[in-house]
């Protein structure tokens, strides 16, 4: 158990990175306190986004 939290850690730490920096630029284009919230919860979900877009970018 020990062995594969270990081996999974670095997905872990770019998500982790990738969340922070989603919540930064959501809330930073936010125009009002909900927005801001809405905002959050987008930054909680950003890999769905990203693989939208490049499926949809690749025609897929």
Same mark, same amino acid.
């Given at each position: ?7 999974? #850690?670095?997905? &872990? %730490? !770019? =998500?982790?990175?990738?969340? $922070?920096?989603?919540? $930064? =630029?959501y $809330?930073?284009? #936010?125009?009002?306190? *909900? /927005? &801001? !919230? !809405? &905002?959050?919860?987008? %930054? /909680? !979900? *950003?890999?769905a986004f990203l693989? =939208?877009?490049?499926l949809?970018?690749? &025609? %897929?």
């Amino acid at each position: 158990m020990k062995e594969s939290m270990q081996r999974n #850690a670095p997905n &872990g %730490a !770019v =998500y982790g990175l990738g969340f $922070i920096g989603a919540v $930064i =630029y959501y $809330i930073s284009n #936010a125009t009002g306190f *909900w /927005m &801001g !919230v !809405v &905002g959050f919860l987008k %930054a /909680m !979900v *950003w890999p769905a986004f990203l693989v =939208y877009e490049a499926l949809k970018t690749l &025609g %897929a």
